[in-house]
């Protein structure tokens, strides 16, 4: 979430409306903006871009995970629509039934060696 910093205005004698300096309004904006840096993890950002083999490990190591979590979560989707599928065929449904059976048949065939 990013916060928007306001800018406060100088008088020509150099102090704002409220009668603070310009100098001090300077340095805490200056402050905030250090520990909105530090909270962000710039430092971390910019020593992961001067080291590029550990970025592409990184991204590596996730795209593995990131494939495998979707070659896991298709297979237990085909197994529990397969499931639904011959609940609907053993209801015996007369147009669903030949339908789902047509399609379960299919797949067994592949499934077989």
Request: net charge positive; glycine share 10%.
């Amino acid at each position: 979430m990013a916060r928007r910093f306001r800018v406060k205005r100088v008088t020509s004698t150099g102090l704002t409306p409220t009668g603070s300096t310009a100098a001090g309004s300077l340095a805490s904006m200056v402050e905030r903006l250090a520990l909105a840096l530090e909270r962000s993890n710039v430092l971390d950002y910019t020593m992961l871009l001067q080291r590029p083999w550990r970025l592409l490990w990184i991204n590596f190591v996730g795209g593995m995970a990131r494939g495998l979590g979707i070659g896991i979560g298709f297979t237990v989707l085909s197994a529990i629509l397969l499931y639904i599928l011959r609940g609907l065929m053993v209801a015996n449904l007369p147009f669903i039934g030949d339908l789902i059976a047509t399609i379960v048949r299919l797949v067994e065939q592949q499934l077989r060696p």
